[in-house]
């Protein structure tokens, strides 16, 4: 019998679905803790995207986890680095064989665990410089270090696509691990709880749901879907991460247009009848590191219509549709030809689920993920 693994995690807000990073952490922790691990998750103090009721759920134990809320600055860009600052101080005195950080952001402390004769492994979730929210001011500098950092200091460094592999091996000349997510077959429900709150029936709506932040390409769908000929609507479903004013440039867009309709952050049966009951689902990214959401719509059997991005169309190959990257005009068409085309959107919908619950498989990326712990 190999020896009981004690695992620290961080890099996540706490173990919930703001975001793909969090959904990647319960995943992993939860199956680790039932294959025996002793793991520990350091969370950020504060506040949840979706609003107050949901910061403390699940604080202390969560399924066999141990969780520990670190100090967090509660200002804009200070959160993720004082958190992350802090989580990592813990994870190099306490008494772990392994520190697994998530994103790059938090990689900027790999040193630290490493430091103190941690084993540490990095996953990252993307190349999270580029995102739009940290252009301006440090925030852009300090996750490109974390990034440098990783390639530097970690043990071994996970990421979820092959582009990222790619960039890693030219960048940094640094060997990477791709282990993509995996994805649950969930219950498909029936359309009840939406159909009491916002009047949606089963394949009346296109559906967006994940962060309301600009690089998922929302702005080009609102635009779009205003010159579709069609009665169904545009559901667009999540919460804003640090970019309220974002979510005011989205209502401001769809202003006027009434089918057009914005539910706010959802998740538990909501979230699955929402998945359950869309026409189709779109994801017009023009930045992903692994579409969580994407793999979740599949599962629930969904047409998808997706970005020509590479972390996109690895994740589809010839199981979706696909446009243009940023191209208004061709999203447009595109999203028409389904409206006017059930057929081809029902032919989709029939291969989806067993494709993509096939191809990613939870189960399989924590052995992947443990071997390297053990490497």
Request: charge should be neutral; proline fraction near 3%; include cysteine.
């Amino acid at each position: 019998m190999s020896k009981k693994l004690a695992i620290a995690m961080f890099g996540q807000k706490r173990l919930s679905r703001e975001g793909g990073v969090e959904i990647v952490v319960k995943e992993l922790c939860t199956r680790m803790a039932q294959n025996g691990c002793d793991v520990t998750c350091y969370n950020r103090a504060g506040h949840h995207v979706s609003g107050a009721e949901y910061d403390d759920a699940g604080k202390t134990e969560y399924e066999g986890i141990r969780q520990k809320s670190v100090p967090t600055i509660e200002r804009r860009g200070l959160a993720a680095v004082s958190s992350s600052f802090f989580a990592a101080l813990y994870s190099a005195f306490g008494k772990y064989d392994v520190v697994h950080i998530h994103a790059e952001g938090p990689a900027f402390f790999t040193w630290l665990p490493k430091m103190f004769g941690k084993r540490v492994v990095v996953t990252v979730h993307g190349i999270d410089w580029q995102r739009e929210k940290w252009q301006s001011g440090l925030g852009s500098k300090f996750i490109h270090q974390g990034e440098k950092n990783a390639a530097k200091y970690a043990d071994e460094v996970i990421v979820l696509s092959k582009g990222v592999q790619d960039y890693f091996k030219e960048t940094y000349g640094r060997e990477t691990h791709f282990i993509p997510n995996g994805v649950n077959r969930p219950q498909i429900r029936e359309a009840k709880l939406i159909k009491e709150h916002f009047r949606l029936e089963k394949d009346s709506y296109i559906l967006f749901l994940g962060r309301l932040v600009p690089e998922k390409g929302i702005r080009y769908l609102v635009g779009a879907f205003k010159n579709v000929k069609t009665d169904k609507k545009l559901v667009i479903a999540g919460g804003s991460s640090d970019t309220d004013s974002f979510m005011e440039e989205l209502k401001e867009l769809a202003k006027g247009d009434d089918l057009i309709l914005f539910t706010g952050f959802v998740q538990g049966a909501m979230l699955d009848e929402l998945y359950s009951n869309a026409y189709t689902y779109t994801l017009p990214s023009d930045l992903e590191g692994m579409p969580l959401s994407l793999l979740e719509a599949m599962s629930y059997g969904n047409c998808c219509l997706v970005s020509d991005i590479p972390e996109c169309t690895e994740v589809v190959e010839d199981k979706a549709l696909i446009f243009k990257k940023s191209d208004v005009k061709d999203l447009q068409e595109k999203l028409q030809d389904a409206c006017d085309h059930p057929e081809m959107v029902m032919k989709m919908k029939k291969q989806a689920a067993d494709f993509i619950c096939k191809k990613y498989n939870w189960d399989e990326v924590v052995q992947e993920t443990m071997k390297l712990y053990r490497k």
